[in-house]
């Protein structure tokens, strides 16, 4: 059972990413991927609250990721993870309309280096050509959630 101190640093954690991923939005359409253990889905249901609740509408599609595709394959006794994307209307017309943000939710330790999942494609010319997560999450227990780290271009935007 979660005590009140983890509930409320869980819900400040989920405002301050989606209040970042808001204003990198403005004026955009979004696309936003989330990798997470499975234990952890309900996360991507808050965020999608929160995003619609700062005047996005968005809607969310969740599937199991294939692990060819989204990154390398879990190791013995990792969390089967699912990748779930956020996308918002209006729809762009071009792919420079779009505000793509890429989030990992790590139940536990951190990864071992070279261990965080992939949502981007090299050379497509987006930010996500870095491979990198612009949000990494972790959960700790007790269900403590803590913002490991923020893309500079979503931390300017919330101090903007």
Do not use: W
Not at 59 to 81: I, Q, T, Y
Not at 125 to 150: C, F, N, S, W
């Amino acid at each position: 059972m979660h005590d009140l101190s983890a509930i409320a640093r869980e819900r400040e954690v989920l405002s301050a990413v989606a209040d970042a991923i808001a204003a990198a939005a403005v004026g955009r359409s979004l696309r936003v991927a989330v990798t997470c253990p499975d234990s952890h889905l309900t996360f991507v249901g808050q965020l999608t609250r929160a995003l619609h609740a700062r005047g996005l509408a968005c809607r969310c599609v969740v599937s199991k990721p294939n692990p060819s595709v989204a990154g390398l394959p879990p190791e013995d006794g990792e969390p089967e993870s699912t990748l779930a994307v956020i996308t918002s209307e209006p729809f762009a017309q071009t792919d420079a309309d779009v505000q793509r943000v890429n989030i990992d939710v790590i139940a536990g330790a951190s990864p071992a280096p070279g261990r965080v999942a992939s949502h981007g494609q090299a050379g497509d010319g987006t930010p996500d050509a870095d491979k990198q997560p612009d949000v990494v999450l972790e959960y700790h227990e007790p269900a403590r959630l803590i913002l490991r780290h923020m893309a500079p271009h979503l931390s300017r935007a919330v101090a903007a």
